[in-house]
Protein backbone atom coordinates (compact mmCIF):
# COMPACT_ATOMS: atom_id res chain seq x y z
CA UNK A 1 0.00 0.00 0.00
CA UNK A 2 1.58 3.46 -0.80
CA UNK A 3 0.82 6.66 1.58
CA UNK A 4 1.81 10.20 1.47
CA UNK A 5 5.38 10.88 2.89
CA UNK A 6 3.16 13.11 5.21
CA UNK A 7 1.00 10.12 7.20
CA UNK A 8 4.55 8.55 8.21
CA UNK A 9 5.77 12.23 9.23
CA UNK A 10 2.68 12.72 11.56
CA UNK A 11 3.03 8.98 12.80
CA UNK A 12 6.38 9.91 13.82
CA UNK A 13 5.37 13.18 15.13
CA UNK A 14 1.98 11.79 17.56
CA UNK A 15 4.69 8.97 19.02
CA UNK A 16 6.72 11.50 20.17
CA UNK A 17 9.81 11.12 17.91
CA UNK A 18 10.22 14.29 16.55
CA UNK A 19 14.15 14.25 15.57
CA UNK A 20 13.07 11.17 13.31
CA UNK A 21 10.04 13.45 11.71
CA UNK A 22 11.98 15.78 10.32
CA UNK A 23 14.69 13.28 9.11
CA UNK A 24 11.70 11.77 7.32
CA UNK A 25 9.91 15.02 6.19
CA UNK A 26 13.96 15.50 4.15
CA UNK A 27 14.71 12.28 2.93
CA UNK A 28 11.58 10.95 1.92
CA UNK A 29 10.82 12.31 -1.47
CA UNK A 30 7.08 11.24 -2.16
CA UNK A 31 4.24 8.45 -1.75
CA UNK A 32 6.15 5.61 1.21
CA UNK A 33 5.42 1.89 0.41
CA UNK A 34 4.41 0.48 3.71
CA UNK A 35 6.01 -3.16 2.06
CA UNK A 36 9.43 -1.66 1.78
CA UNK A 37 10.66 -2.52 4.78
CA UNK A 38 14.07 -1.31 4.96
CA UNK A 39 13.13 2.29 4.37
CA UNK A 40 10.73 1.83 7.07
CA UNK A 41 13.31 0.42 9.18
CA UNK A 42 15.42 3.37 8.92
CA UNK A 43 12.45 5.50 11.01
CA UNK A 44 12.05 2.31 12.96
CA UNK A 45 8.93 1.56 11.85
CA UNK A 46 7.40 -1.68 10.52
CA UNK A 47 4.59 -1.86 8.04
CA UNK A 48 2.23 -3.26 10.37
CA UNK A 49 2.73 -0.14 12.65
CA UNK A 50 2.30 2.20 9.78
CA UNK A 51 -1.02 1.02 9.15
CA UNK A 52 -1.97 0.55 12.55
CA UNK A 53 -0.95 4.16 13.23
CA UNK A 54 -2.57 5.71 10.49
CA UNK A 55 -5.60 5.15 12.63
CA UNK A 56 -3.98 7.54 15.38
CA UNK A 57 -3.73 10.23 13.36
CA UNK A 58 -7.07 10.47 11.46
CA UNK A 59 -8.43 13.96 12.25
CA UNK A 60 -5.20 15.15 13.64
CA UNK A 61 -5.36 18.58 12.44
CA UNK A 62 -9.34 18.51 13.06
CA UNK A 63 -9.29 20.04 16.62
CA UNK A 64 -6.23 22.89 15.94
CA UNK A 65 -7.48 26.50 15.23
CA UNK A 66 -6.25 27.53 11.92
CA UNK A 67 -7.76 30.72 10.45
CA UNK A 68 -9.45 29.55 7.44
CA UNK A 69 -7.35 30.21 3.97
Known amino acids: ?8 VDLLRVR ?5 AEKAERELTGP ?3 SDHELLARYDLDE ?3 IG ?6 GLGENLDFPPP
Request: aromatic share 0%; charged share 40%.
Open 16 to 20: GQHDK
Open 32 to 34: VDT
Open 48 to 50: EAV
Open 53 to 58: GLEDTK
Open 1 to 8: MEIDKSQI
